[in-house]
């Protein structure tokens, strides 16, 4: 089975610093896919990035990186020089090849930047 | 931009009424999801759908719940006699794909109280 944890309920950051989120995970896939979406507070899901378990490198989206590290099974959201409107729930999700390759969500983080 | 679509964004029933929630995915996508988020929780999988049948459920898509593909663009999610505790976000996504790397689109959602 997967399973994805994000251990920081909630994290609060000054405007214009970076931010890492973390997330780690479980599978017995031998590939699978990584992803981090945002809710605001509207309640839509925004997809962010995606990274795939064989990808050498870490996959980058504007101010969005993902911190890939295979061996350790984690895969942390990084977000330089953040944002008012960064302000958001945000989840990581996994989806592998097992099943209908359903996205399995982790509890997500909440992230507040502060002016 | 293409785009998944939901309705109703928010309905409010009685405890026993049956309630089915719209979903127009992606017109090229095949891979059809519902999801639930109660309040301040994680995004919870339901069901998948390929190929006009269920391709995988999960423990809370229980006898109460079904799906349906009416007429190859709307994707339905009926419940026959909700509980209090079925109050919830419902996604729909949708997926082009089945690889890992497939990211799922999702709509805004619909917000289901139940009184």
């Known amino acids: 089975a997967q399973k994805i944890t994000q251990t920081q309920p909630g994290m609060f950051v000054q405007e214009k610093e970076a931010v890492t989120l973390d997330c780690t995970y479980d599978t017995s896939d031998p590939s699978y896919g990584l992803f981090w979406y945002k809710q605001p507070s509207s309640g839509e899901m925004i997809f962010l990035i995606y990274?795939?378990?064989?990808?050498?490198q870490n996959a980058t989206e504007g101010r969005y990186s993902l911190n890939f590290q295979k061996a350790r099974k984690s895969a942390n959201l990084v977000i330089s020089a953040s944002q008012l409107g960064d302000s958001a729930m945000y989840f990581c999700a996994m989806r592998g090849r097992q099943g209908a390759q359903k996205l399995v969500f982790g509890q997500g983080t909440r992230l507040t930047i502060n002016p | 931009e293409p785009e998944v679509t939901q309705t109703p964004s928010h309905q409010v029933t009685q405890m026993g009424q049956e309630v089915i929630l719209r979903c127009v995915p992606i017109?090229?996508?095949?891979?059809f999801y519902w999801y639930r988020q109660i309040l301040g929780q994680k995004v919870e999988f339901l069901v998948s759908?390929?190929?006009?049948?269920?391709?995988?459920k999960s423990e809370i898509f229980d006898d109460q719940f079904s799906v349906e593909r009416p007429d190859g663009s709307n994707f339905t999610l009926k419940i026959r006699s909700t509980k209090l505790e079925d109050s919830a976000m419902y996604f729909c996504?949708?997926?082009?794909?089945?690889?890992?790397?497939?990211?799922?689109?999702f709509g805004e959602g619909s917000r289901l109280t139940v009184l």
């Open positions: 990274q795939g378990s064989y990808d050498q």
């Open positions: 759908f390929y190929n006009n049948e269920i391709s995988e």
């Open positions: 996504a949708s997926s082009e794909s089945q690889r890992d790397s497939g990211e799922l689109f």
């Open positions: 017109s090229n996508h095949l891979y």
